[in-house]
């Protein structure tokens, strides 16, 4: 099986811009996380979906957001960007969203923004 | 909610030598743990996982890990370093309470030193 993808890889962009980050998860999978992943503050969860319907969120603002298609592959969108949000975004694909939330990660998308 | 602790960000070990990551958490319930490791660049490998049958579980490239639940660790050790080793550890938790259902540490960065 393919694993997860994510596209772009890399990306830059400027302070106020908004960006759109795509994932594809592993075939099957129906459950999408996504996590920014900061020298400073290590791995953090933003927020997950399954069936197209986000389950839940993490501590970010509302710049963050996210959807989920019915082929379950999914975007998270970040508008009017910050410095702050440089960072490397992990999508993670998991069959359901029963315990133990086992997880399968992309390679990430490394945001810069100048 | 679960949380991990991850002690020492980085992690120096001679080529050869045993390699230890301690990994201690916190959940009200029995939980799932997980390691995975990040190599530069890369999303998240997982490289075991606990999920409550036998307490020492091994797991890819020779790592291995004991849940001790008296002291409420999931250290990771692997005898003998080797170069392609160095990479970022993160130790995970999973519980069915909570809504951030895998949590992560602040991971350790491990040099591996010829």
């Known amino acids: 099986k393919a694993g997860v993808t994510q596209t772009p890889r890399y990306l830059i962009k400027t302070r106020g811009q908004q960006v759109t980050l795509s994932c594809s998860p592993i075939s099957g999978h129906r459950s999408v996380s996504w996590y920014q992943q900061t020298p400073g503050q290590g791995l953090q969860f933003l927020f997950e979906?399954?069936?197209?319907?986000?389950?839940n969120k993490g501590n970010f603002p509302g710049r963050f957001s996210g959807r989920q298609f019915s082929n379950s592959r999914s975007e998270m969108n970040v508008s009017t960007l910050e410095l702050g949000d440089s960072a490397l975004y992990l999508c993670?694909?998991?069959?359901?969203?029963?315990?133990?939330?086992?997880?399968?990660f992309g390679p990430g998308t490394r945001l810069t923004v100048t | 909610a679960q949380s991990v602790t991850q002690l020492g960000s980085h992690v120096s070990v001679s080529e050869g030598a045993l390699v230890l990551l301690r990994c201690n958490y916190s959940?009200?319930?029995?939980?799932?743990l997980f390691w995975y490791v990040q190599y530069p660049n890369q999303g998240l490998q997982l490289l075991l996982k606990?999920?409550?049958?036998?307490?020492l579980v091994k797991g890819i490239n020779g790592f291995e890990a004991e849940f001790k639940k008296s002291e409420t660790s999931f250290h990771l050790t692997k005898p003998s370093a080797h170069m392609s080793d160095a990479a970022e550890y993160f130790c995970a938790v999973s519980s069915p309470v909570g809504n951030n259902r895998l949590a992560f540490g602040k991971g350790n960065q491990v040099v591996v030193i010829p």
């Open positions: 979906y399954f069936s197209e319907t986000q389950r």
């Open positions: 606990y999920t409550s049958a036998a307490t």
């Open positions: 993670a694909s998991s069959p359901s969203t029963d315990f133990p939330y086992e997880q399968y």
């Open positions: 959940s009200s319930v029995p939980p799932y």
